[in-house]
Nanobody, 125 residues
Framework: VQLQASGGGLVQAGDSLRLSCLAS????????MGWFHQAPGKEREFVAA???????DYADSVKGRFTISRDNAKNTVYLQMNSLKPEDTAVYYC????????????????????WGQGTQVTVSS
């Protein structure tokens, strides 16, 4: 599976952004997808995940502000980010996992099989 993330940028606190991740190389509809972010000097952190059937999970820090969704016809997963905060500043990565796992599994970046190249999100105060 090849993943191509896009949609990052520089915004002000309170603004919105939508990230996209285009997948190719395998039947997209059968894989689980996740978004992670990584700030300088920090470990890659879980943001959100979505199963092939649309089940979702979110980090507490983004719950109520971010929405993960997928369009299997377009082989694309999205991350709608609203009410952005300066602490959301990071490189955002999309990832694919061949099987949906339990909550702990889907929140661990070590459990994912494929990664995109990342897109920078910068939120100014």
């Amino acid at each position: 599976v090849q993943l191509q993330a896009s949609g990052g940028g520089l915004v002000q606190a309170g603004d919105s952004l939508r990230l996209s991740c285009l997948a190719s190389g395998r039947t997209f509809s059968s894989v689980a997808m996740g978004w992670f972010h990584q700030a300088p000097g920090k470990e890659r952190e879980f943001v959100a995940a979505i199963s092939w059937s649309g089940s979702t999970d979110y980090a507490d820090s983004v719950k109520g502000r971010f929405t993960i969704s997928r369009d299997n016809a377009k082989n694309t997963v999205y991350l709608q980010m609203n009410s952005l905060k300066p602490e959301d500043t990071a490189v955002y990565y999309c990832a694919a996992r061949l099987l949906w796992g339990n909550r702990a599994t889907m929140r661990s970046y070590r459990e994912y099989d494929y990664w995109g190249q990342g897109t920078q999100v910068t939120v100014s105060s």
